[in-house]
T-cell receptor, first 118, second 113 residues
Framework: EAGVVQSPRYKIIEKKQPVAFWCNPI?????LYWYRQNLGQGPELLIR????????DSQLPKDRFSAERLKGVDSTLKIQPAELGDSAVYLC????????????????FGPGTRLTVT | AQSVAQPEDQVNVAEGNPLTVKCTYSVSGNPYLFWYVQYPNRGLQFLLKYITGDNLVKGSYGFEAEFNKSQTSFHLKKPSALVSDSALYFCAVRDIKDYKLSFGAGTTVTVRA
């Protein structure tokens, strides 16, 4: 079974430039998460999707961050414009949600995108 | 609010010795508890979870963890560590009524040959 796929793996941009990250979750996983992991810290949730609906975006800085999951499968996270403080690893994860009828609780993570803003 | 504390930034052990990585948590309700491992330049890999039932849970690669409700702890253990266990370990908690997963800051484990 293929795992969570993310691209690109690395991205270096100048501040004020836009950047986008892509994630394809595990097949059949209707719940998708975007996390940000700063150096030396654990991941912090940015947004959670149930199918195509963003059910928790309370931690997403909406002035510059946006996300979409139009068909309820893959997702894109965008930053525009990027700031120096956005340098981090952006992780995507997926899990079977409560609507699936199969109760499982662990999230499966992709390899992440390491963003460096100069 | 929920939170996780991993009191040790680093744990160093010799290969073949037992390994323990400590974790304490705080949630308002009943917890679901998880351990993940992260190797350099890779995402987090799921190791094990406590949902309900037996307080001792067994997971991947010979790891186990013990849920202690009175001490609000969920320490990760391995009876005999391998050099390949050297990695960054994260404990995570969520309330059973919520999907939000809160992670600790991580513990770097180094196993020396």
């Amino acid at each position: 079974e293929a795992g969570v796929v993310q691209s690109p793996r690395y991205k270096i941009i100048e501040k004020k430039q836009p950047v986008a990250f892509w994630c394809n979750p595990i097949s059949g996983h209707n719940t998708l998460y975007w996390y940000r992991q700063n150096l030396g810290q654990g991941p912090e949730l940015l947004i959670r999707y149930e199918n195509e609906e963003a059910v928790d975006d309370s931690q997403l800085p909406k002035d510059r961050f946006s996300a979409e999951r139009l068909k309820g499968v893959d997702s894109t996270l965008k930053i525009q414009p990027a700031e120096l403080g956005d340098s981090a690893v952006y992780l995507c994860a997926s899990s079977l949600g409560s609507t699936s009828g199969t109760a499982t609780y662990e999230q499966y993570f992709g390899p992440g995108t390491r963003l460096t803003v100069t | 609010a929920q939170s996780v504390a991993q009191p040790e930034d680093q744990v160093n052990v010799a290969e073949g010795n037992p390994l323990t990585v400590k974790c304490t948590y705080s949630v308002s309700g009943n917890p679901y508890l998880f351990w993940y491992v992260q190797y350099p330049n890779r995402g987090l890999q799921f190791l094990l979870k406590y949902i309900t039932g037996d307080n001792l849970v067994k997971g991947s690669y010979g790891f186990e963890a013990e849920f202690n409700k009175s001490q609000t702890s969920f320490h990760l253990k391995k009876p005999s560590a391998l050099v390949s266990d050297s990695a960054l370990y994260f404990c995570a908690v969520r309330d059973i009524k919520d999907y939000k997963l809160s992670f600790g800051a991580g513990t770097t484990v180094t196993v020396r040959a």
